[in-house]
């Protein structure tokens, strides 16, 4: 059973634009981190949202865990190029992490 | 980074073989876990580890074991590699369990089983 979507699952855009992904879930959750995973490296977290409604910004990135605490978005304004890689979506589940297939950007310069 | 080391970095064999990995950590946490990274499968939890000889299973287990001696130490087994185990394999370490916490990954082992 596919309990996660992350959309899109492939993304290329220019320097500059901005751009949203997206991780939903029928399934509620009590928290939710986002990583961030460069080719031949282990993903690295970016953030954690814990309360539904939640916000959060890293820079130019921002975080928002829905009301209702099923799915997530993530938002990069002006993307650059080191924004390049592999964003995955990760809900806690009973005390462990489900992680999203991912969505892999590329953005060209 | 957190002091997280995985080797073989990479391994070729042959099915049937026995392959053991290894996660070593310096940052003394508690908790240690092993994923496998697959192409439209993102990162799925094989075992995972919440003290020196306390391990429980994770959702893809079936073919692997694991053994902690030490805490710094987290090794997974294939008892007999089949070509469905061909993965990259991950090891992430957190302080604290409960899934609130953040993990830490080694940059990953690339297994290919012939």
């Known amino acids: 059973t596919q309990l996660l979507e992350q959309s899109p699952q492939f993304l290329s855009i220019q320097e500059g634009e901005n751009l949203t992904v997206y991780c939903n879930s029928s399934s509620v959750f009590s928290s939710l981190q986002w990583y961030r995973q460069e080719p031949g490296e282990g993903p690295v977290l970016l953030v954690t949202v814990v309360t539904g409604g939640e916000v959060k910004k890293l820079k130019r990135l921002t975080f928002q865990f829905g009301d209702a605490r099923k799915d997530s978005s993530l938002h990069i304004t002006a993307a650059q190029p080191g924004d390049t890689g592999l964003y995955l979506c990760?809900?806690?589940?009973?005390?462990?992490?489900?992680f999203g297939q991912g969505t892999e950007l590329s953005v060209k310069p | 980074d957190a002091g997280i080391t995985q080797s073989p970095r990479h391994k070729v064999t042959e099915t049937g073989t026995p392959v053991t990995l290894r996660c070593h950590q310096t940052e003394n946490h508690r908790y240690m876990y092993w994923y496998r990274q697959d192409p439209g499968h993102g990162l799925r939890l094989i075992h995972y580890s919440y003290g020196v000889k306390d391990t429980d299973k994770g959702e893809v287990s079936d073919g692997y074991s694991v053994s902690r001696s030490k805490t710094e130490d987290f090794l997974l087994t294939l008892e007999s590699a089949t070509s469905s185990q061909t993965s990259v394999y991950f090891c992430?370490?957190?302080?604290?369990?409960?899934?609130?916490?953040?993990?830490?990954f080694g940059d990953g082992t690339r297994l290919s089983i012939l």
């Open positions: 990760a809900p806690n589940q009973g005390g462990k992490l489900i």
């Open positions: 992430a370490i957190s302080e604290i369990g409960g899934g609130n916490q953040p993990q830490h």
